[in-house]
Nanobody
Framework: QVQLVESGGGLVQAGGSLRLSCAASGRTFSTLIYTMGWCRQAPGKEREFVAT????????YYEDSVKGRFTISRDNAKNTVYLQMNSLKPEDTAVYYC?????????????????WGQGTQVTVSS
């Protein structure tokens, strides 16, 4: 099993920045390889893919609306994944979820992940 705990959400004005963190733990997490990702869900909408990073960190993929503004990274020594969000817009408001799946390549759909965190709220005011 894998446990994921997000932190770093909050209220920010449009144009501001936030850095989300996701701490992973579990019996297998340190011994097997996992692809990590971030997804988000706004009220009344389906959960959508935001960003993903391969096990090595060499490959990253982003949803089109966040390209150039968000950066995903990981520190495998700390079992932590980050999402740096800059130039935030009101439409970025959502609950942001960290996700994981065994394997090495990026996963660009919420349906591809096996493990989820509880989510952290990000609210961007105009």
């Amino acid at each position: 099993q894998v446990q994921l705990v997000e932190s770093g959400g909050g209220l920010v004005q449009a144009g501001g920045s936030l850095r989300l963190s996701c701490a992973a733990s579990g019996r297998t997490f340190s011994t097997l390889i996992y692809t990590m990702g971030w997804c988000r869900q706004a009220p009344g909408k389906e959960r959508e893919f935001v960003a993903t990073i391969s096990w090595t960190g060499r490959s990253t993929y982003y949803e089109d609306s966040v390209k150039g503004r968000f950066t995903i990274s990981r520190d495998n020594a700390k079992n932590t994944v980050y999402l740096q969000m800059n130039s935030l817009k009101p439409e970025d408001t959502a609950v942001y979820y960290c996700a994981a799946k065994r394997g090495s390549v990026g996963i660009m759909t919420p349906l591809g992940y096996d493990y989820w965190g509880q989510g952290t709220q990000v609210t961007v005011s105009s």
